[in-house]
Every structure is written in C-alpha cells, then in structure tokens.
DNA sequence: TCAAAAGTGTTCAATGTACACCCATGC
DNA sequence: GCATGGGTGTACATTGAACACTTTTGA
C-alpha cells in the first residue's frame, strides 16, 4: 500500500517512474439496492470533482495499473474492471493556473507549465463495478473527499470526465448482453431478486421476473440450492449460485441477452 | 501530402512533434467480391510484416490521427473508422537490434536504445473498412512493400500485431450487429446481392438471401428504387440505397441484428 | 435454349412478452 | 390475519430459420 509520501514523490519524481503523456482514469460502479453510483474525488483547494485516476508505471500493465488506482481507492482487489474507451482530445485534459497552483502546494514542488504532469494526456478509460457497501471510498493525496454519487445526480467533473462516465454506462449496459455479469457483485449464493435487481439497476429499467429467472435458468449460468435465504419478515427465497463452468464460457464466448 | 524527406525528418525530430509512448496502429479492412483483406507494411531490411501505424502529433485528436495515418496508406478521406483497444503490454513493441539498425539506416539518422521513437508504446487500436479495389496501397519511407493479405492467410506480424488484428475483426463483426454500414462501403446504389455478400464476407458465413433482406427492409435502413444494374449475361437485381435518415438513427441508437 | 444469377413467400419452431394468483414469513 | 415480498406457468405474438421454384438476361 502507498503511503502519502510515496504519492506526493510521484508528483515530484515521477518523471521518472510513469509513462508521459497517458493516464488511466477508472469509472467505479457502486450498485446497492437498486442504486447505481459512481465514486468520485473532489480535489484539495480547487473543490472540483474528478475520477479517480493515476498514471502508468513504466513495468506495468494497463490493466495492472488500473487495478492499482483501484485498489488504492477502495482497498478492493478482485473487481470486474474493462478497458472501454480512450480519450485523447488535446484539450481535454487543460489544467487552470488554480490547479496548478494545487498541485505545487499539495507536493511541496515547484510546478510550472512545463512539467510532465501538465503535458496533453491521452486517458485510457476503464469501468469496474463493486457492491458499493463493502467499500471505504479513500481519498488520495491530491484529495479532500472520495465518495459515492448517484449515477443521475452527478456534478459537473473536471476535464472531460461526464463524457467519460457516460461513454462507460454505455459500454456497460451494451456488454451485460453478451457477456453474464454478477461474479464479484453478489455474494457466492444469492436470491433470484438479488440478481434481478442487480440488473434492473445497471439497465436503468425494469424487467419482469419471471422472464429474467427464466432466461438466465436456460441460458445455465446460474442454478438453484436447496437452501433457502431467510430475509425476515416475508417469505424465504431460494438460494442460487454461479455454475462457473457456463458462466466462464459466457464470458469468453459471449451470450445474447435481450431483456 | 507528405514527402519521404518529411517521414525520415520525424524519425529525427519527431520528438518535438509527437506524443512519446503513444501510437495509433490501424486495421484496414479490404473488402471485395466476398474477400476480406488486410492492409500490410513490410518493414525495409528485416522483411518483417507489420499493420500501419505512426504516432500522434501534438495537436490532432486520435481520430484525426488515424485517419491522416490511414489516408496516407490509402489516399482515401471518408473511411468507416472505429477506435477499438488500447494495448499496453509493456514487452509489446519490444525491438531486435535489427529493427533499430533499419531505422537508424532508413533515417540516416543516429538510434540508440535511449531514442524515443524505442520507448515503451502503447498502441491505440482502430479499425476501418473500405472497398479495396478502390485502394492503391502506398508503402511508407520505412517499408518496401504496402499490400493487401487474405484476412485467413496472414503472415507472422511484428510486436502484438496479429492480437490486434484478432482483436479488431471481433470487434468489427460484434459491431455490425449494433449498427448498420456499407455506407462508405458500397456506392450510392447498390444491389441486394452486393451488401449481402458484404455481410457475408464480413461476418465469414452464410446469410440466408431472402431472411437477410427481408431484416434490412424491415428495419427500413434500405429502400428499394424503381432502377436496375444491368450485370450481363443474367437477370437485372434491382437498386438499392440507404434510407440515410434511418441509416443515421441506426448508427446512432444501435439496432439489434441477429443474423 | 441454356447457364447463371436474382426475385420472391410460406411454414414451422423457437423465443420473447405479457400477465395474475398463491405461498411463506414474522409481526 | 395481514402486509410484504417471493414463487410459479400459460397463452399469444413475434421473430428466426429453413426451404425451392420461377424469372430474367445475354451468349
């Protein structure tokens, strides 16, 4: 785990250990009860908000290293994380002088227009998506606050970030047809409503249950305990789990999901 | 236009003009008469194969850059472009000292290891489609030769040039189910039998003649006009072309093909 | 008149969609 | 016993898939 010293050397020297001009910018889902949010950081001084992101080190790779970022927000290791898109407008990424201004202060470094950090950055844009209540959201070192917002309330990012969040919903919802999704969001055994909720969330929309069951039941991914969940006051649902050997051939050769 | 003399400068002083640790590399496409074909280079002195390629100037966006990288190859402007992957294996674009010996000869130019044309690349994938038999390849000054190679037959290829391709063709034939072309593909006025062996060659099986038009029509992307393309020595197909309103509202929302 | 390519429609099967009532549980 | 949420099956509509014969054209 980095410490904030090491993260504020990357500022200073990092010239030396990251890849110029890319970064990577990470899109984290948050899915609870049948919310959908985004985690975002809101940066020191200037207040704005942001993705979390980071830079490529020179020995890694790009999934490794938005793994990194990841696990450095949310302490979370094994995520469901794509690659979807790359951004590179030259503009995209233009810093104003009060930003700059942030950085040199954060780090205790003199920052001016022509240090790495500040070059045109092509952004490779990957989502992920987590049950939002097992993660503690931390800050890095540039940041005051790293916290959940919802999918349809988000505030205005920096740079171009919205196009980001929205190029990645899309991407999202248009991969849940051809490949299952559930593996690392629900737990080993789970109920039909769970993972009917889990997809009625991601899709924005509401999809009849018995229809849902029966389609996942025949395409095998998923099939059914004799146990059952107790869940209080109401009627005991039956338990479920992955069969893993279909849901990996799904993921690697792809399903034609139309709910 | 570029001129040799530009191409071997920006090997010299490219440094002050592209974005170092960045590459675009593109898959052309070729179609015709129910073949699917790849655009190749084959690099001067080692003979290795390669896709085209190059690097981006500081001020162009992505696309901008693949399609200069793209119109140089092909001399063609309005091409089906898509960005596709990013690859980012930090062994990826790994020289042999051949390989730098070449540039270093081709550029007239002094290329050790710390150059930075030999840094650690990571490529971002486009793809694009044309007609070939519109094309005159034109191989670039580090190359001999600039041909088209069957999609089935294709050599070895530098670096992780032959997972690009892979990976392109997936994402072109997962694409074509979402949304319509032949566009730019096809001229104004097509004929049945011409997009649907487009289809065919690109999708690499057999499309059932009739249940293939009666989609397309159905989804009101074609219409049928009131001309026929006379062909010799058989009966006259009628003309078709794109209901461009349609056509761009497909594009745009997706359609779901399930050929 | 023949060869080659294009045009056209129907039937059957599979899949998707819409829909409502009963059951279990804890308070 | 009641409120809440979960379980389950059927009928209908739509879509997909399979399939063959006739027409046009120029040689």
Chains 1, 2 share one sequence.
């Not at 737990?187 to 029966?214: S, V, W």
């Not at 305990?225 to 051939?249: C, N, Q, T, V, W």
């Amino acid at each position: 785990m980095k410490t904030e010293k090491d993260k504020v050397d990357a500022i200073k020297n990092g010239e030396k250990h990251f890849l110029h001009h890319l970064s990577i910018d990470c899109v984290l889902f948050g899915y609870h009860e049948h919310q959908l949010k985004v985690l975002l950081l809101q940066w020191k001084h200037s207040g704005k908000w942001s993705l979390p992101g980071g830079f490529i080190k020179l020995d890694e790779t790009l999934e490794e290293s938005a793994k990194r970022i990841l696990k450095e927000r949310t302490g979370l290791d094994d995520i469901f994380l794509q690659q979807f898109q790359s951004f590179g407008d030259p503009k995209r990424s233009h810093r104003s002088k009060q930003d700059i201004e942030t950085l040199a202060i954060v780090s205790g470094s003199l920052i001016d227009e022509t240090h790495w950090i500040l070059k045109r950055t092509v952004s490779i844009g990957y989502y992920a998506v987590t049950e939002y209540s097992k993660v503690t959201p931390r800050p890095d070192p540039l940041s005051e606050i790293c916290e959940w917002w919802d999918i349809d309330e988000l505030p205005q990012l920096v740079f171009d970030h919205n196009i980001i969040v929205t190029e990645a919903l899309k991407a999202l919802r248009l991969q849940i047809y051809h490949q299952p999704i559930g593996y690392n969001l629900l737990p080993e055994k789970f109920t039909l409503p769970e993972i009917h909720a889990l997809y009625e969330t991601i899709l924005g929309k509401e999809l009849d249950r018995r229809n849902f069951a029966k389609k996942l039941i025949s395409l095998g991914i998923i099939k059914k305990l004799d146990e059952m969940r107790s869940i209080g006051a109401h009627r005991s649902p039956f338990l479920y789990k992955f069969d893993k050997r279909k849901y990996d051939k799904a993921l690697k050769e792809g399903i034609a999901l139309a709910f």
